[in-house]
């Protein structure tokens, strides 16, 4: 098999081949032969690129599901899969899809998104990048939130960055998207079942491994499930300083998020008793967002308070404020400082500034 998944993409994809190979586009969205989109520079544009027919593309998805050893057909008629290069491919066949097949192919950013970059583009600032770095050190367990395509990965692979290199950390992710640098990582990535339905390995699988490797830090790429239960256990019986994302539209919401996440366990737990596990757990939330101009910035970070009458609470310690959008789109404005930060004496007893 060939594993340049350059080589097979631009094989079976003929038709949007230059947008494969453009450094500049992010996603390309393939809805049906007629229609195609890619985004650039965190927008989206329609294309010119058309496929011969509905088989053509059909049989492009199929081929680029048999070059990573899955299967797309009537019995299976959604591909999820991880290309050798970590970019991500997913596909809908009809009838489950109304416009012919769908295919959606999120490409792999070669060029680690340092946090030096992300300040030079305007992503964060240095007051911010003081913050970030102090609740790393200090072990705080952090939550990066934010909509599909704010940067939540990009963010999370920054945050690693202060990771002291001496640590241990562990590595969970559904597909390889992290680029940790640190010396000691130890990645995992989960399984689907085969054809049988059989071998399925899950991030809860594991997040139950992890906890008996010895981690200094748990890194897991995105919540979506009740894994987050098994993660707040972890973090509530003393693994601190660990990481993860999570889809959400605020700081507030993605403490509610978490709490959904973990009610889809399957363990049955009072309310009460789950909120304050979310509550003790999370130290803080990191809310990335893209704005209507395409970028692509950390619009606040926010700890998380006690529960005040059985309610979450989070206290932004800065966040980001739009001040003009110009005709063109462009959006201007700048970061500012809320509230000093609760954990600003544990800090400077351990000499880090902030």
Not at 56 to 67: T, V, Y
Request: aromatic share 4%; charged share 25%; glycine share 6%.
């Amino acid at each position: 098999m060939n594993t340049n998944p350059n080589s097979f993409l631009a094989l079976f994809l003929a038709p949007v081949g230059e947008y494969l190979a453009a450094d500049a586009v992010s996603e390309i969205l393939i809805n049906g032969p007629e229609r195609v989109y890619i985004e650039r520079k965190g927008k989206l544009e329609e294309t010119p690129a058309r496929f011969a027919s509905e088989s053509a593309l059909r049989a492009a998805a199929s081929n680029i599901a048999k070059s990573v050893g899955r299967i797309l057909d009537e019995m299976h008629p959604r591909l999820d899969a991880r290309l050798p290069d970590g970019s991500r491919v997913h596909a809908v066949i009809p009838p489950l899809s109304r416009l012919g097949t769908v295919i959606a192919i999120r490409k792999f950013k070669k060029d680690t998104l340092t946090i030096d970059k992300m300040e030079a583009f305007g992503s964060l600032d240095a007051p911010m990048r003081k913050l970030l770095r102090a609740l790393v050190l200090l072990h705080k367990n952090v939550i990066v939130s934010g909509a599909t395509s704010s940067g939540k990965t990009s963010v999370l692979n920054a945050l690693s960055s202060f990771i002291p290199d001496s640590e241990r950390v562990l590595v969970i992710e559904d597909a390889t998207e992290l680029q940790l640098q640190q010396r000691h990582i130890v990645p995992f990535e989960t399984r689907k079942a085969d054809k049988n339905g059989q071998g399925e390995v899950t991030i809860r699988d594991l997040i139950h491994s992890a906890l008996r490797l010895r981690p200094d830090r748990i890194v897991i790429g995105e919540i979506r499930g009740g894994e987050a239960l098994d993660l707040l256990q972890a973090l509530n019986t003393g693994h601190a300083g660990s990481m993860s994302t999570i889809h959400a539209n605020s700081p507030l919401d993605a403490l509610s998020r978490i709490e959904t996440c973990a009610l889809l366990s399957g363990i049955d737990i009072p309310l009460s008793a789950l909120r304050s596990q979310v509550a003790s757990a999370i130290d803080a939330v990191v809310h990335t967002s893209r704005l209507s101009d395409g970028s692509r910035k950390v619009v606040s970070i926010a700890e998380v308070m006690q529960l005040e009458n059985g309610n979450y609470r989070v206290r932004e310690l800065r966040r980001w404020r739009t001040e003009s959008i110009s005709p063109s789109g462009e959006i201007a404005g700048s970061f500012e400082e809320v509230n000093p930060p609760a954990f600003a004496d544990e800090a400077r007893i351990a000499g880090i500034e902030i």
